[in-house]
């Protein structure tokens, strides 16, 4: 297996050289994501088609759309972002300059996935170059076509020096592994997370987790079941499944179920017609393991809608099944595929303890018109996002951080939350070698008068609201003075002593 060390090595000398820290060279490797894009939609949509079976719209606006526009987004926001931050200083620093300065981490290894090959690899790519590093690509083996063109045409459009593709399988990812990264960005399942959590902790590598979980829907009483069942169809059953913050399953009263069950078939009529194995719009599975899996977690249920399947294809039909148990295959891990099971609860109160029974989520969805029942529910729970009548659309949302809490992964990007993913938060001070009477305070020897100056000084008071606000700036200037003075009596009394 081929060792990545001297690649690796190089990609740290360039680093070191400060060529990807300018704006410039940061921009343009932007601009020439958006051109890789633009110019090249037709074959991406195509190797998605292969990989996954997915329609050309759905590509767009789920992998191309928001790729193109968070470059654009961090292009438009570059300069203002790699500004230093001025930050609130205080009577005991108010002379000095401080500021937060964001700078790039070095090397960066990201991991992608094979559910959203494109998003999933050049979104974080995307905050990794912003940031102003050198980065490593590691495009997942189970979507091969897509794998195959970021590995051709990446190089033909970004810094080649400093933006490498490895292709391969999980001897290339564990070689990769072994190496010293400054950053890595892994998306996937929480099992190889911890892998990839191991390795990291040999260099004290900080990584950036992507992972998923059981995300679940609360449908209350009282709300449009047509329209809530529309937009957990589309949620759910989106690339057949197979996205990280997918419904997994779905809590509602009792007397809710028969009717979305009803609302959900037609919703999935309406999408995919009555026969989804000849729909375009509906996806595959992405490969005969994955498709084994999920008619294993189907055994023991009853499928009230679908139950369908073609192992050929890799074809299994938008299913819902009812009458689940919490004990059942289906609810023991994350679903990941067109499986949707419904579990009848009292009320929202139940939804609660169910879900803060279980790992946290990486996404929590709740339908309802009732704002108590909404904010009770955001209240006591905890998740990676917390969406109110939609499902999975947060993601499109660059402003907003994705990512999870707990098992659903640890950190977040997508925009500026990119930007700071991948770069130090570097605190500045610069203070002046002048005015070194107001500095005496703190060197010894020590006096009752100096500890007097300096509780003053370094003492941080609860904020009055209202005009009293403003009062202590209105007697600082004269303190200030007073301080000055009264040090320099206090150093002339010390050097007389001594």
């Given amino acids: 297996?081929?060792?990545?060390?001297?690649?690796?090595?190089?990609?740290?000398?360039?680093?070191?050289?400060?060529k990807t820290k300018s704006e410039q060279w940061r921009s343009t490797q932007l601009k020439a994501i958006v051109n890789l894009i633009e110019e090249n939609s037709e074959k991406l949509c195509a190797a998605l088609q292969?990989?996954?079976?997915?329609?050309?719209?759905?590509?767009?606006?789920?992998?191309?759309?928001?790729?193109?526009?968070?470059?654009?987004?961090?292009?438009n926001h570059l300069s203002e972002w790699m500004k230093p931050e001025k930050v609130a200083k205080g009577l005991m620093f108010m002379m000095d300059n401080a500021c937060i300065q964001k700078e790039p981490l070095g090397v960066a290894l990201i991991i992608g996935a094979w559910n959203y090959p494109v998003q999933l690899t050049l979104l974080p790519l995307i905050g990794a170059i912003a940031a102003g590093n050198c980065c490593i690509i590691k495009p997942s083996e189970l979507s091969p076509k897509t794998a195959e063109f970021l590995q051709e045409y990446i190089p033909k459009y970004l810094d080649n020096d400093c933006i490498k593709v490895v292709n391969g399988g999980v001897p290339e990812t564990?070689?990769?592994?072994?190496?010293?990264?400054?950053?890595?960005?892994?998306?996937g399942n929480s099992n190889v997370a911890k892998i990839v959590m191991e390795a990291a902790s040999k260099f004290l590598t900080p990584v950036i987790l992507e992972l998923g979980g059981k995300s679940p829907v609360f449908i209350d009483r009282n709300t449009d079941l047509n329209v809530v069942a529309r937009r957990l169809s589309w949620g759910k059953f989106l690339n057949a499944g197979q996205t990280c913050v997918a419904p997994d399953y779905v809590m509602c009263p009792k007397e809710v179920q028969d009717e979305l069950v009803s609302s959900v078939k037609t919703a999935i009529d309406e999408f995919f017609t009555k026969d989804p194995k000849s729909s375009d719009s509906y996806g595959r599975i992405v490969n005969s393991r994955h498709f084994g899996r999920l008619q294993k977690l189907l055994e023991g249920t009853k499928p009230v809608i679908g139950g369908d399947s073609d192992e050929k294809e890799r074809f299994i039909s938008p299913t819902v099944v009812t009458d689940v148990q919490f004990?059942?295959?289906?609810?023991?891990?994350?679903?990941?595929?067109?499986?949707l099971p419904i579990i009848t609860v009292k009320d929202h109160n139940e939804a609660i303890e169910v879900i803060n029974s279980r790992e946290k989520p990486l996404a929590l969805y709740v339908f309802t018109n009732n704002k108590s029942v909404r904010e009770d529910i955001r209240q006591k729970t905890s998740s990676g996002a917390f969406v109110v009548n939609d499902t999975v659309l947060h993601g499109g949302l660059c402003s907003l951080p994705f990512g999870g809490v707990g098992n659903s992964g640890m950190g977040a990007y997508h925009g500026k939350h990119s930007f700071d993913a991948f770069s130090h938060s570097k605190a500045v001070l610069e203070k002046s070698l002048g005015m070194e009477s107001a500095n005496s305070i703190r060197y010894p020897p020590y006096t009752e008068a100096k500890l007097g100056w300096a509780g003053w000084i370094m003492k941080e008071k609860i904020k009055k609201k209202g005009i009293m606000s403003f009062f202590p700036f209105v007697v600082m200037g004269a303190m200030f003075g007073l301080l000055f003075k009264t040090v320099g009596v206090t150093a002339s009394e010390t050097d007389s002593n001594n």
């Fill in 174 to 187: 564990t070689a990769l592994l072994k190496e010293r990264f400054d950053i890595i960005l892994y998306t």
């Fill in 50 to 75: 292969a990989d996954l079976h997915k329609h050309k719209s759905e590509a767009f606006i789920t992998e191309l759309a928001l790729c193109k526009n968070d470059a654009i987004h961090a292009i």
């Fill in 1 to 18: 297996m081929e060792s990545y060390g001297q690649m690796i090595k190089d990609m740290r000398s360039v680093f070191l050289s400060g």
């Fill in 327 to 339: 004990t059942d295959n289906i609810m023991q891990e994350e679903i990941f595929g067109p499986l």
